[in-house]
T-cell receptor, first 113, second 113 residues
Framework: GENVEQHPSTLSVQEGDSAVIKCTYS??????FPWYKQELGKGPQLIID?????GEKKDQRIAVTLNKTAKHFSLHITETQPEDSAVYFC????????????FGAGTTVTVRA | DTAVSQTPKYLVTQMGNDKSIKCEQN?????MYWYKQDSKKFLKIMFS???????INETVPNRFSPKSPDKAHLNLHINSLELGDSAVYFC????????????FGSGTQLSVL
């Protein structure tokens, strides 16, 4: 099955700086890569996703890049703000296993004011 | 209006008891899920139902029994609770199975004493 590794496990950044979280996946058939943000006491919420036919996608201060050859994808948050502090999860799914997302272990991001 | 709602939010119980967690979604989605999040924040799928039919059943002890009376509801019943069952349980839904855009509930914090 799919195995998703996520790094770093914790990330502390100064407000206004950028944050980058990296994930690798094992199954070359995976074609869908969402990112979820989980705030304290809440459920994860989808913030951006990318499919394998696209190399990069951007939504305001958030961007995701995908390198299919290397089987890794990354989340970039620019101009970080205190409300960006949360746990971020990457995930991957493959067409033959479309019912199941495999999640990374999560990255706890702290934005220092 | 809450999209995916689950009750109760907190559940404290003794070992050996039986308890249920209820979940309802008002998004009109066909697929519902139960995820378990352990103390290290790792998210793992337990079950998935598509139009009331079980499609994913991970290696979960048979003390855990999901029930889907209709496609808007997916309840989780747990028999003979054990200390290791303590975790946060999330219900989620998606419009179509496997399309990845999961909408999560706010979670049920289960503590087994």
């Amino acid at each position: 099955g799919e195995n998703v590794e996520q790094h770093p496990s914790t990330l502390s950044v100064q407000e206004g700086d950028s944050a980058v979280i990296k994930c690798t996946y094992s199954d070359s058939a995976s074609n869908y890569f969402p990112w979820y943000k989980q705030e304290l006491g809440k459920g994860p919420q989808l913030i951006i996703d990318i499919r394998s036919n696209v190399g990069e996608k951007k939504d305001q201060r958030i961007a995701v890049t995908l390198n299919k050859t290397a089987k890794h994808f990354s989340l970039h948050i620019t101009e970080t703000q205190p409300e960006d502090s949360a746990v971020y999860f990457c995930a991957a799914s493959a067409p033959y296993n479309d019912y199941k997302l495999s999640f990374g272990a999560g990255t706890t991001v702290t934005v220092r004011a | 209006d809450t999209a995916v709602s689950q009750t109760p939010k907190y559940l404290v119980t003794q070992m050996g008891n039986d308890k249920s967690i209820k979940c309802e979604q008002n998004l009109g989605h066909d697929t519902m899920y139960w995820y378990k999040q352990d103390s290290k924040k790792f998210l793992k799928i337990m079950f998935s139902y598509n139009n009331k039919e079980l499609i994913i059943n991970e290696t979960v002890p048979n003390r855990f029994s999901p029930k889907s009376p209709d496609k808007a509801h997916l309840n989780l019943h747990i028999n003979s609770l054990e200390l290791g069952d303590s975790a946060v349980y999330f219900c989620a839904s998606s419009q179509v199975a496997g399309k990845g855009k999961l909408f999560f509930g706010s979670g049920t914090q289960l503590s087994v004493l």
